[in-house]
């Protein structure tokens, strides 16, 4: 079984300070995680995924997100928030090593303020 | 963009129409996905085909119908639908959607359905 959780559905920073999207997970096993971002009228946009090996992994327009194994957690963080980061922000898990598909959170919405 | 193109991005239908939601992928992927994503609820998963294959049916009922008829298209054919499948469906491509690797799905704008 697999499943995620996104505690928050909404999210608002200001622009300049540091943020962070919160993702917990549930597997029968080693996890793969996922983070999408998704802009209005488009479809989602990969981020960055957890395989293996170093906690923080680093991705796309400066997100990065540190994986915690004793919390089963994979928060996104970003150091600077900016204007244009705010979207709906989508996390995912599968078990690793295996052909099972994505299990996808139910989003949490970024706003960044001015 | 991303590689994936869905027609049309805009779409109302009636309860007794037919209609068809078209997805091309440009990237050479194997395996393509349908997905329904409503307002605050994860994505569902509705159908996956691998090397044109369908692989994956998550009990999507039969008013849903696919078709993949090589590895760089996928339809989504419509009929008799619902007012509560007016949603934004989504296709994904991905490499290879039976293999343990973790390949990252790339997906298309969406088609935004309104059932009246």
């Known amino acids: 079984a697999q499943s995620v959780a996104q505690p928050e559905d909404q999210v608002n920073v200001a622009e300049g300070n540091p943020l962070t999207v919160k993702c917990t997970y549930s597997?029968?096993?080693?996890?793969?995680l996922f983070w999408y971002v998704q802009y209005p009228n488009r479809g989602l946009q990969f981020l960055l995924k957890?395989?293996?090996?170093?906690?923080l992994v680093k991705g796309s327009y400066g997100f990065e997100a540190e994986f915690n194994k004793s919390q089963t957690s994979f928060h996104l963080k970003k150091p600077s928030a900016l204007v244009s980061d705010s979207a709906l922000y989508f996390c995912?898990?599968?078990?690793?090593?295996?052909?099972?598909?994505?299990?996808f959170g139910s989003g949490t919405q970024l706003t960044v303020l001015p | 963009e991303t590689g994936v193109t869905q027609t049309p991005r805009h779409l109302v239908m009636g309860m007794t129409n037919k209609k068809s939601l078209k997805c091309e992928q440009h990237?050479?992927?194997?395996?393509m996905y349908w997905y329904k994503q409503s307002a605050k609820k994860p994505l569902e998963l509705m159908f996956v085909?691998?090397?044109?294959?369908?692989?994956e049916n998550n009990s999507v009922p039969s008013r849903f119908s696919p078709e993949c008829p090589n590895s760089s298209h996928l339809f989504l054919h419509l009929h008799t639908l619902q007012p509560e499948d007016s949603a934004l469906y989504l296709c994904?491509?991905?490499?290879?959607?039976?293999?343990?690797?973790?390949?990252?799905?790339?997906f298309g704008p969406g088609t935004r359905l309104t059932v009246l």
């Open positions: 994904a491509s991905s490499r290879d959607g039976t293999t343990p690797d973790p390949n990252e799905q790339f």
């Open positions: 597997v029968s096993g080693n996890p793969y």
């Open positions: 957890y395989i293996t090996g170093d906690n």
């Open positions: 995912a898990v599968r078990v690793a090593g295996s052909a099972r598909q994505l299990t």
């Open positions: 990237l050479g992927h194997n395996a």
């Open positions: 085909y691998n090397f044109k294959e369908q692989t």
